[in-house]
């Protein structure tokens, strides 16, 4: 009943829309996605500002600077995202080199001195003109449109090691071994992630992924132990309260802020976190003011957003006309839940901080623009347009030589008349 | 889709993304489950937590209470001022930010750095400071570097009235003085708020804003007049100066009311600047010191001998040479004289002749007499440390001792009790209770609590005092012992005295130190201040007339200009170059001395006071010149004005409405209430009976 309401409801919306695709009416894209992640946004620019105000005005030009910086992010991301809506998503397919190497030419170009930006200790960014670019955010989606193509296209060969599990290790591990270099341990594990889940779905052997998990856990332990400051960050997510002097203390004020308004919250704009309490309050910890000022009813709204998109996003896969469509939507949709997921199990103290942003959420320009760009994608593959391009293979080729043989007759023709003449 | 139209594959492909999808819904549940967890079973601790970290107990000071003079010119005053302090925790570079603060603040370097290195969340770095600098560090924005806006004690008349005013410490409580002994008073009360901090320490008032204004402290007004005490201490600093002195005393006093228009000690004392002083120098010595007064205590014995009817002022006394052995000692004059009479004891201040007075009255009479004049016990005057002074009972009293306290030798007093001794001779024969405090006053000025004159008890009647008058007179004219103590036109009441010290180390009477005093009021026909001056040790010479005397006529001119008191025509003034007038010669058949308890007295200071219909012409009459004139103004005239003195007649009359008055005449006269307008029934305390 519902699924027939919401049919009817997405045809009708689409139709009003003016489907630019004419005959092929019939292909309607998921209305319900763009609901889900439209909600997100909009529920992300309102805690925003709650969360942002009183920084912004104590340290900015005006309490609405950082509102103001992520609606023009949103509405790039948005005209991204209804390109990305009429493009056909084969084309990454065929693009897939051309991007994996301008998405490894960015990593390597923010690696270097001078280039990149140092912030907070890592070489994260690009500063074009008063916009900082951030290109781990691209290599996420890289990896998946990379690991799409690739499941997609190796189909049933997965099962072997050499051909459906080492080129994806080597290719997810050069960018990982770039993403490191600035470092970014975050985006290294949600790369990493993705090619297992990606290897898990598309029916990779299981004891290749549990000897790979293993060998993860290996090298994440040295990554860390080689690092003081992971080191802390496991040690004060073991002990926050412990560590509230130094590491600890954003994950502490976090829980204090989450716990001490209770169920109810404290109401909008009224929580004290935003006093300078929970520091990346907009950013990372986003998560934290939702449930400090709306309570558990704002997380449980948050969440049932993020598991609404994720169902649409399957649906999506589920019916995808080609397996690149359904992998590319299916890893599209999992990145995102993976990302709100372990941000938000930081923000809970159930993960230790890593950085990671709550997409859609959370301030932050590319990750805001890029992420909407994807949804774009998973849009365009949600309207199962046949390949056109594909299908029309034949008839290019009739066309071709249809004109090829137009050419030879008007020759012969011109000669005969010259011939005549 | 090639690859997965086999059922078999579809069927696991659909089960693993259906897997990866519930791990996903799995995680989000466990999400909600973790912020269900912390709000309902953690939440109470985690409130604790918070409630000590966001939420503070804010006590705030109310605003101290100014302390002004009776015409409200400011003694002490709070002012409000920024005081910068610092959380080290919050700080990760001390040597930075104390590099950054230096400029700003008074402290060195290595005691900034000292201090931001401190294992607290809370010191202070400079307090009180100034607003530039405040405004500077505001500029740094370093954080973990706060400023609070506190009060700050300012006295800004210094060194006047120091030692009565006392002062705060830096957390505005009383120390010494007037703010010490009000300051449940002046403090107000303080107001506790609960107020949500921000990360950086910042207090926010979110709601439930008290009233301030119920905590406020109240001010109090004193009875001191600014004018008075500013030349009283000018005098006496000036004499100490001259004559070397160890210090002074001045008390100026309206004999009416009792009210202390001048309390002054020297050396005088910055409250502003107290660390400066010494303790010593804080104390309030007119009231807290005691000493022997020497002979400016014979005008008491004089009226006790008046009031008891045991002499008159002619009685002709027998000065054996100015030499009396009594037993193993002996007393002396300055001067051999054979016969003085009364009023010529008290003018040549012969110790002979008042031992022979004090003879005449008797030991008991005479204690009885000195302890009815205030002596030997505190006059609650409301100060912190008054000394009672000792007297000792008459019937400890050996010969010596009885001819000793005949002329103020062999009991202590302080310069306030002399001062109010001396005013109930003036005023009449009652003796005033002193008065510091006039009103307590709240913040809009308004009278909360108001402390009126009290009539401690009737001493001796009035025509016993004005013969005392009449003797005291004689002193400063020619021929008496304090012609430095005159004031041009104005007849002067005065004793001078010589007051042997005893030298707390010897425990004798030491002959090099001494105590120069001068006490009296003025008009001596109609007093209205009693001044007293004493210098102590002074050098070279110590007579108190030579030494103290300058001091007290310019006090008690200055008392007189201030208080509007003017000269006394002469047909009113006392005739000293005759004899005594026969109403004053004539033994007094006064009644004997009533002990009244208290009587509230209330005079009437100021007519304009009377009330005025509205746009009605008021009652200018009874003031000054410059009174009337300021009055008219008030109502847009300025006078014509003929003759000097006070008002006696205005034209057009008191209650003419405003628009029919054309031009004010005022004729003026001389003489004061006591005179040509004592009938008025507008007078007070001494024509009260």
């Given at each position: 009943m519902s699924s027939d309401l919401l049919s009817h409801l997405?045809?009708?919306?689409?139709?009003?829309?003016?489907?630019?695709?004419?005959?092929?009416?019939?292909?309607?894209?998921?209305?319900?996605l763009l609901f889900f992640v439209g909600a997100l946004v909009t529920y992300g620019l309102v805690m925003l500002y709650s969360a942002s105000a009183v920084m912004a005005s104590q340290r900015m030009a005006a309490h609405n600077v950082l509102l103001w910086s992520q609606t023009q992010r949103v509405?790039?991301?948005?005209?991204?995202?209804?390109?990305?809506?009429?493009?056909?998503?084969?084309?990454?397919?065929?693009?897939?080199?051309?991007?994996?190497?301008?998405?490894?030419?960015?990593?390597?170009?923010?690696?270097?001195?001078?280039?990149?930006?140092?912030?907070?200790?890592?070489?994260?960014?690009?500063?074009?003109?008063?916009?900082?670019?951030?290109?781990?955010?691209?290599?996420?989606?890289?990896?998946?449109?990379?690991?799409a193509y690739s499941v997609s296209k190796k189909a049933k060969r997965m099962g072997s090691f050499t051909i459906g599990f080492l080129p994806h290790l080597v290719i997810i591990g050069l960018m990982v071994g770039l993403l490191m270099l600035q470092p970014d341990f975050g985006s290294s594990v949600i790369l990493i992630s993705m090619m297992m889940l990606l290897l898990f779905v598309s029916g990779a052997r299981f004891s290749y992924l549990l000897v790979m998990t293993l060998c993860g856990a290996g090298l994440a332990y040295v990554a860390i132990s080689n690092s003081e400051y992971r080191m802390k960050r496991i040690l004060a997510f073991l002990d926050p309260w412990s560590h509230r002097q130094d590491i600890g203390y954003q994950i502490s004020e976090s829980l204090i802020a989450i716990g001490a308004s209770g169920l109810s919250g404290r109401g909008l704009g009224n929580g004290a976190g935003k006093l300078g309490y929970v520091p990346e309050l907009w950013n990372d910890f986003i998560g934290t003011i939702i449930a400090e000022e709306l309570g558990f009813i704002g997380v449980v709204v948050l969440l049932s957003l993020f598991i609404g998109m994720l169902w649409r996003g399957y649906r999506v896969a589920f019916n995808a006309v080609d397996a690149f469509g359904m992998y590319l939507a299916f890893g599209i949709t999992s990145l995102f839940a993976l990302q709100g997921m372990a941000n938000l199990f930081v923000v809970t103290g159930m993960l230790p901080t890593k950085g990671l942003t709550l997409p859609f959420v959370s301030f932050g320009g590319t990750s805001m623009i890029i992420s909407l760009f994807a949804i774009g994608i998973v849009l365009n593959i949600s309207r199962n347009e046949e390949d056109t391009w594909e299908e029309e293979r034949d008839r290019r080729a009739a066309r071709r030589e249809e004109r090829r043989w137009e050419r030879k007759r008007r020759n012969i023709l011109k000669r005969r008349d010259d011939l005549r003449s | 889709m090639e690859h997965i139209n086999e059922p078999r594959e579809r069927f696991w492909l659909k089960a693993r993304f259906l897997m990866v999808g519930v791990f996903f819904t799995l995680g989000f549940v466990a999400v909600a489950g973790r912020v269900y967890y912390l709000q309902t079973v953690e939440s109470e601790i985690l409130q604790e937590r918070a409630a000590i970290e966001w939420n503070r107990e804010v006590v705030k000071q109310a605003r101290r209470g100014d302390i002004v003079d009776r015409n409200g010119a400011e003694l002490a005053v709070?002012?409000?001022?920024?005081?910068?302090?610092?959380?080290?925790?919050?700080?990760?570079?001390?040597?930075?930010?104390?590099?950054?603060?230096?400029?700003?603040?008074?402290?060195?370097?290595?005691?900034?750095?000292?201090?931001?290195?401190?294992?607290?969340?809370f010191v202070w770095l400079e307090r009180q400071t100034r607003p530039s600098a405040a405004e500077a560090i505001r500029g740094l924005d370093i954080s973990g570097v706060h400023i609070t806006r506190e009060y700050k004690r300012y006295y800004p008349l210094r060194e006047i009235a120091g030692q009565l005013v006392g002062f705060v410490g830096i957390d505005g409580q009383g120390l010494e003085g007037l703010e010490r002994q009000l300051d449940r008073t002046l403090a107000g009360g303080t107001y506790e708020m609960r107020v949500t901090r921000d990360a950086s320490g910042?207090?926010?008032?979110?709601?439930?804003?008290?009233q301030f204004g119920k905590f406020e402290g109240h001010s109090v007004r004193l009875t001191i007049d600014e004018k008075i005490q500013r030349v009283a201490e000018q005098a006496l600093a000036d004499q100490v100066a001259e004559f070397d002195a160890k210090g002074g005393w001045a008390v100026a006093m309206d004999v009416h009311t009792g009210d202390i228009l001048a309390l002054a000690n020297t050396p005088g004392f910055d409250p502003n600047r107290f660390r400066h002083h010494t303790s010593a120098d804080w104390r309030l010595r007119s009231v807290t010191d005691t000493f022997e007064p020497g002979s400016v205590f014979k005008p008491f014995v004089l009226a006790a001998a008046l009031q008891e009817q045991a002499t008159s002022l002619d009685k002709v006394y027998d000065i054996e040479d100015g030499r009396l052995q009594i037993g193993r000692n002996m007393i002396r004059d300055t001067k051999r004289r054979d016969e003085l009479t009364a009023a010529e004891i008290i003018q040549v201040s012969s110790n002979v002749g008042s031992y022979k007075?004090?003879?005449?009255?008797?030991?008991?009479?005479?204690?009885?007499?000195?302890?009815?004049?205030?002596?030997?016990?505190?006059?609650?005057?409301?100060?912190?440390?008054?000394?009672?002074?000792?007297?000792?009972?008459a019937d400890r009293w050996p010969e010596i001792t009885f001819a000793n306290v005949s002329f103020g030798q062999g009991l202590t007093t302080t310069p306030l009790q002399l001062a109010a001794g001396t005013a109930a001779l003036a005023n009449g024969g009652l003796l005033m209770k002193p008065r510091i405090i006039d009103a307590v006053l709240d913040r809009e000025g308004n009278i909360v609590e108001r402390e009126e004159p009290t009539l401690v008890r009737r001493v001796v009647s009035e025509q016993v005092a004005?013969?005392?008058?009449?003797?005291?007179?004689?002193?400063?004219?020619?021929?008496?012992?304090?012609?430095?103590?005159?004031?041009?036109?104005?007849?002067?009441?005065?004793?001078?005295?010589?007051?042997?010290?005893?030298?707390?180390?010897?425990?004798?009477?030491?002959?090099?130190?001494?105590?120069?005093?001068?006490?009296?009021?003025?008009?001596?026909?109609?007093?209205?201040?009693?001044?007293?001056?004493?210098?102590?040790?002074?050098?070279?010479?110590?007579?108190?007339?030579?030494?103290?005397?300058?001091a007290f006529a310019r006090i008690t001119a200055e008392a007189l200009r201030v208080r509007g008191v003017m000269p006394l025509p002469p047909g009113e003034r006392f005739q000293l170059q005759e004899e005594p007038p026969e109403a004053l010669a004539s033994q007094a058949?006064?009644?004997?001395?009533?002990?009244?308890?208290?009587?509230?007295?209330m005079r009437v200071l100021d007519p304009t006071e009377d009330e005025v219909a509205e746009g009605q012409l008021p009652n200018f009459t009874e003031l000054t010149l410059r009174q009337a004139i300021d009055r008219a103004r008030e109502f847009g005239f300025v006078p014509e004005v003929t003759g000097w003195g006070r008002v006696i007649s205005q034209?057009?009359?008191?209650?003419?409405?405003?628009?029919?008055?054309?031009?004010?005449?005022?004729?003026?006269?001389?003489?004061?209430?006591?005179?040509?307008?004592a009938e008025e029934p507008s007078a007070g305390g001494r024509d009260q009976q």
């Open positions: 997405t045809r009708q919306t689409s139709r009003s829309g003016g489907s630019p695709s004419g005959a092929d009416n019939e292909r309607r894209w998921d209305i319900w509405v790039l991301g948005v005209g991204l995202l209804i390109f990305a809506l009429q493009f056909d998503y084969r084309w990454y397919k065929r693009l897939v080199y051309p991007i994996l190497l301008g998405t490894v030419l960015l990593l390597v170009l923010v690696a270097i001195p001078g280039v990149g930006v140092v912030q907070n200790g890592a070489r994260r960014w690009f500063s074009l003109g008063g916009l900082s670019f951030q290109p781990a955010e691209v290599a996420k989606l890289t990896a998946v449109i990379f690991m | 709070s002012v409000e001022v920024p005081s910068i302090h610092a959380n080290p925790r919050r700080i990760d570079n001390p040597e930075r930010v104390a590099r950054q603060l230096q400029p700003h603040l008074k402290l060195s370097y290595e005691d900034l750095v000292a201090r931001l290195s401190r294992d607290a969340s910042r207090a926010m008032l979110l709601s439930d804003a008290p007075l004090a003879q005449e009255v008797g030991k008991e009479t005479l204690y009885n007499y000195i302890r009815a004049f205030g002596f030997g016990q505190r006059s609650d005057v409301g100060l912190r440390g008054e000394q009672p002074g000792l007297v000792w009972p004005e013969q005392v008058s009449w003797a005291m007179s004689l002193v400063t004219i020619p021929g008496g012992t304090g012609t430095k103590g005159a004031i041009p036109h104005v007849t002067v009441a005065a004793k001078t005295g010589t007051a042997q010290k005893v030298n707390p180390e010897t425990r004798r009477y030491d002959p090099d130190m001494w105590i120069a005093g001068f006490v009296g009021y003025a008009p001596a026909e109609a007093p209205e201040v009693a001044v007293v001056v004493f210098i102590d040790e002074p050098q070279e010479t110590h007579y108190g007339g030579t030494v103290a005397g300058p058949a006064a009644p004997a001395p009533q002990h009244v308890v208290t009587l509230p007295t034209d057009p009359p008191p209650g003419t409405p405003l628009e029919e008055v054309g031009v004010l005449n005022l004729a003026l006269a001389p003489g004061g209430r006591h005179g040509m307008l």
